[in-house]
Each structure stands twice: as C-alpha cells, then as structure tokens.
C-alpha cells in the first residue's frame, strides 16, 4: 500500500506521521507521499513498523518506478 493511501485510510495526516516518525517535517512527509523524494532508509524502517508493514520499502519503490517511468532493470 502507498503511504498517501496510508494516511487516508488511517485519518492521519502529514503533520500527525511526521510527529509519530520524529526528526521529519511534514514538508518531507507530503514529498515522499507524492513521490517527489524518497524516504532516508532509517524512516522506511520506521514507517513499515509504525504501518504494521502495510507500506514498506518495496511500497515506495514500485510507486517512484510507476510514477517516474522507471524500466525493470
């Protein structure tokens, strides 16, 4: 599942999973939920246990690669 899915499905926003993940803004939450950045490793860790791995790492890869047309290596 997509972290923007996440959030929605939750009612949590981008302020509220910045302040649970600690150390992020919620400027770097909306980024890496429209897929404009990718998540330091540290905050994927965090993220797939703060989602009880409902978006984990591969999550983001598969969306950076769907939205930025990236080929299968």
Avoid at 12 to 36: E, F, I, P, Q, Y
Wanted: a positive charge.
């Amino acid at each position: 599942m997509y972290l923007q899915k996440w959030c929605e499905l939750t009612k949590t926003s981008n302020r509220g999973l910045a302040k649970k993940l600690g150390g992020v803004t919620a400027v770097s939450v909306n980024r890496w939920a429209k897929v404009k950045r990718f998540p330091k490793p540290k905050y994927l860790i965090a993220i797939a246990a703060l989602t009880e791995d409902m978006v984990t790492a591969n999550d983001f890869v598969q969306q950076w690669k769907e939205v930025h047309g990236q080929k299968e290596i």
